[in-house]
T-cell receptor
């Protein structure tokens, strides 16, 4: 079974609005990563948050991590049409050798 | 800098045919992965290789075999293709530092008829 589960499955917003996606995972982690996938393309790494961090920022991205709830959220502020994509969280297996992805959130930003 | 290169980009197979998907990376990464992506299922890990000479099963290994030919190359083989293996396949690689980000190829769109 997949380690991470994103919520919601799909999200539609207007340009300028904020988009929040959530990820829940099952086992303890060393870190959690978020990736973006434009339609039909390979995934691109966005941001990594370590288990001892609670919040991390990168440009318009803000990631939080709550290890007690085994959950993370990705916030995209002031969304643009170019942010339209699918977003995935990923965690390692217990040995840290595999990288397991969730089912993703499909974000649609309309202008 | 090519990154991760997958071949072919598209392939149509008949049920029962075999084929090998090729993946090569030029970043000197230890770890390499094969995923399949189906609508509504996200990415599911088929096999991975944490280092040259080792391979391990992922979430959905049945019907597939892999070979870590050398540090650069990690191939995925379908011995007898089935329609259920129609999917988009992605190869990825990652460095040895724990938590290092993964780099993905552009994918192989496989249709089994």
């Amino acid at each position: 079974s997949q380690q991470g589960e994103e919520d919601p499955q799909a999200l539609s917003i207007q340009e300028g609005e904020n988009a929040t996606m959530n990820c829940s995972y099952k086992t303890s982690i060393n870190n959690l990563q978020w990736y973006r996938q434009n339609s039909g393309r390979g995934l691109v790494h966005l941001i990594l948050i370590r288990s001892n961090e609670r919040e991390k920022h990168s440009g318009r991205l803000r990631v939080t991590l709550d290890t007690s709830k085994k959950s993370s959220s990705l916030l995209i502020t002031a969304s643009r049409a170019a942010d339209t994509a699918s977003y995935f969280c990923a965690t390692g297996n217990q040995a840290g050798t595999a990288l397991i992805f969730g089912k993703g959130t499909t974000l649609s930003v309309s202008s | 800098n090519a990154g991760v290169t997958q071949t072919p980009k598209f392939q149509v197979l008949k049920t029962g045919q075999s084929m090998t998907l090729q993946c090569a990376q030029d970043m000197n990464h230890n770890s390499m992965y094969w995923y399949r992506q189906d609508p509504g299922m996200g990415l599911r890990l088929i096999y991975y290789s944490a280092s040259e000479g080792t391979t391990d099963k992922g979430e959905v290994p049945n019907g597939y075999n892999v070979s870590r030919l050398n540090k650069r190359e990690f191939s995925l083989r379908l011995e007898s293709a089935a329609p259920s293996q129609t999917s988009v396949y992605f190869c990825a690689s990652r460095g040895e530092i724990v938590g290092q980000k993964a780099f993905f190829g552009q994918g192989t769109r496989l249709t089994v008829v």
